[in-house]
C-alpha cells in the first residue's frame, strides 16, 4: 500500500500560479505512476496529469497541457503539479494517486489516494 498526502492548494487570482506537492510512502516500489486528479463542485473527477515514478515520463490532459508541469523529487518521494496561467475553470479539489499500471487516466484505475487540496482561482 502507498500513502500520499497533497499540499500546498490555496486560492489565486486568475493568471496566477500555485505548485502542489504530493508525498508518496509505503511501498512506492510497487508503484508505476503517480497521477494528479481534480473534481469540482458537481462534476465528475477528471484525469489531469501523471508522472512514471522511474524515468519521469509524463503525460497531460488537453485542459492544462502548456500551462501545467509535472514533475518528481526522487529524493523526497514528492511529486509537484506547478499550475501557472491559472483560470477559474481549474477550481476543483486536486487529488494525488498511484497506479501500478502503465498508461491508464481513469480513477478507477489508481488504487491509493490522498486526501485532497482545494484550489480556487478567482476571475
Known amino acids: 500500500q502507498v500513502q500520499l498526502v497533497e499540499s500546498g492548494g490555496g486560492l489565486v487570482q486568475a493568471g496566477g500560479s500555485l505548485r502542489l506537492s504530493c508525498a508518496v510512502s509505503?511501498?512506492?516500489?510497487?508503484?508505476?505512476?503517480t497521477g494528479w486528479f481534480r473534481q469540482a463542485p458537481g462534476k465528475q473527477r477528471e484525469f489531469v496529469a501523471r508522472?512514471?515514478?522511474?524515468?519521469?515520463?509524463?503525460y497531460y490532459a488537453d485542459a492544462v497541457k502548456g500551462r501545467f508541469t509535472v514533475s518528481k523529487d526522487n529524493a523526497k518521494n514528492t511529486v509537484f503539479l506547478q499550475m501557472n496561467s491559472l483560470k477559474p475553470e481549474d477550481t476543483a479539489v486536486y487529488y494525488c494517486?498511484?497506479?501500478?499500471?502503465?498508461?491508464?487516466?481513469?480513477?478507477?484505475?489508481?488504487?491509493?489516494w490522498g486526501q485532497g487540496t482545494q484550489v480556487t482561482v478567482s476571475s
Open positions: 494517486a498511484a497506479t501500478k499500471l502503465a498508461g491508464v487516466t481513469g480513477s478507477v484505475s489508481y488504487s491509493d
Open positions: 509505503g511501498r512506492t516500489f510497487s508503484m508505476y505512476a
Open positions: 508522472i512514471r515514478w522511474s524515468g519521469g515520463v509524463t
